[in-house]
């Protein structure tokens, strides 16, 4: 018999839009425990971004802990029971893609929706304040430590410690995040492959997925031997998962070949679409649409000229990509031989950092980074750009 969860979930605006963030809950139906909590801080964005990305999260962490169980969701904002309900239309543009995020975590016929009140809502909506509170001190939310320091379960993207001699408490003198938690089992671990150079890659073009869509250099091929002999040697690939653009098929071809396994094509794992941007330098795009730029750097809801896709857009089918091979590959290691922007926004997501943090980190061409994801939703940064193995 399949289990039942309850997820309740809420999402506020300090003005709208205004400072945001969501807060959301997964109970057990039979028992009323609660089972997960998950909130961020969104920055700027309006009421009702705010809920859906609660939605997204509670059903997320529902899935997490039970990809088979059925789903009752309830919330205080008819606006968003009736749409997902399928009884109003989605009109507003920037809602349709949450829908549809939404829809794409939970089959159909495993989630319905009920609408309650505002005062029975309460536990969602101190957790969304409690998010909100967070990031107008600087902070990004992370769950309390009940007595006897263990957290609930399905707290967001929070590190559990590899080894206690690199662990640190926290500055409140609280356990770090993850210790005195029950044993979890293994984590599903996604090792990231950045592919090997192409003739765009030294000259730093942009070059995503709505370019020409280069294939490796004679470089790159040398990079792609090189990693596929240091993967070889530890041994702990299970299975291997590459974007569909020709420079990552050609990487994940050559590793699948040495490790003796078939390469698994994932749509949601291709690069960011750069439009009218693609082929050329920064300085280019700088000469050439400076205002576009400046705005692109600025927020990461903005796309760049021409039809491409923001980092923001990006992140949902990123995050939905990773729910889908967590689902698909628990307790296993699987390589994912992605891009610059995928790998980074699973790093940004694991460490609950800002959506501008996308812009402080460095990702070699073939270099390797490892992320550990556990039954109770926290993730884990085990690597970052290690390249040991191209010297």
Same mark, same amino acid.
């Given at each position: 018999m399949a289990r039942r969860f309850i997820v309740e979930a809420d999402g506020g605006s300090r003005g709208n839009p205004g400072p945001a963030g969501y807060g959301a809950l997964v109970r057990d139906a039979e028992t009323g425990e609660t089972l997960a909590?998950?909130?961020?801080y969104l920055g700027t964005a309006t009421n009702?971004?705010?809920?859906?990305?609660?939605l997204i999260a509670g059903l997320r962490a529902a899935h997490a802990l039970d990809p088979a169980?059925?789903?009752?969701?309830?919330?205080?904002s008819k606006l968003v029971i009736e749409q997902m309900s399928g009884r109003w239309k989605i009109k507003h543009p920037d809602m349709r893609p949450l829908a549809a995020e939404a829809k794409a975590?939970?089959?159909?016929?495993? *989630?319905?929706?009920?609408?309650?009140?505002?005062?029975?809502?309460?536990?969602?909506?101190r957790l969304a304040n409690e998010a909100m509170d967070a990031?107008?001190?600087?902070?990004?939310?992370?769950?309390? *430590?009940?007595?006897?320091?263990?957290?609930?379960?399905?707290?967001?993207?929070?590190?559990?410690?590899?080894?206690?001699?690199l662990a640190e408490p926290a500055a409140t003198g609280a356990p770090a995040v993850g210790w005195g938690a029950a044993d979890l089992g293994t984590?599903?671990?996604?090792?990231?492959?950045?592919?090997?150079?192409?003739?765009?890659?030294?000259?730093?073009r942009f070059s995503g997925s709505g370019g020409t869509d280069p294939g490796l250099s004679d470089v790159g091929r040398l990079q792609a031997e090189r990693v596929a002999a240091a993967l070889a040697a530890r041994g702990t690939i299970q299975a291997v998962v590459a974007s569909p653009l020709?420079?990552?098929?050609?990487?994940?071809?050559?590793?699948?070949?040495?490790?003796?396994?078939?390469?698994?094509?994932?749509?949601?794992?291709r690069e960011t679409d750069f439009g009218a941007w693609e082929g050329l330098t920064f300085a280019e795009v700088k000469e050439r649409y400076p205002d576009d730029l400046d705005a692109w750097l600025a927020s990461t809801e903005v796309a760049p000229t021409g039809g491409g896709e923001s980092?923001?857009?990006?992140?949902?089918?990123?995050?939905?990509?990773?729910?889908?091979?967590?689902?698909?590959?628990?307790?296993?290691?699987?390589?994912?031989?992605t891009h610059v922007t995928p790998i980074k926004t699973l790093v940004r997501l694991a460490l609950g950092a800002p959506p501008q943090s996308l812009f402080r980190m460095e990702l070699s061409a073939a270099s390797l980074t490892a992320v550990a994801y556990y039954g109770d939703g926290n993730a884990s940064l085990r690597l970052l750009n290690e390249t040991a193995h191209l010297r």
């Open positions: 909590e998950v909130a961020e009702n971004v705010a809920e859906y990305k609660g169980a059925e789903v009752r969701v309830r919330m205080d975590i939970v089959p159909p016929g495993q *989630v319905d929706y009920e609408w309650i009140p505002r005062e029975d809502n309460k536990h969602a909506d990031g107008k001190r600087g902070e990004q939310w992370r769950p309390k *430590v009940p007595p006897g320091g263990t957290l609930a379960a399905g707290a967001p993207e929070a590190a559990a410690p590899a080894d206690d001699a984590p599903a671990t996604f090792v990231l492959l950045r592919h090997g150079e192409t003739p765009l890659t030294p000259e730093k020709r420079r990552c098929r050609e990487t994940a071809e050559v590793v699948a070949r040495r490790l003796g396994l078939e390469v698994r094509v994932e749509e949601g794992l980092f923001a857009a990006v992140t949902r089918r990123v995050a939905l990509s990773r729910d889908k091979l967590i689902a698909r590959y628990p307790g296993r290691t699987v390589l994912l031989v």
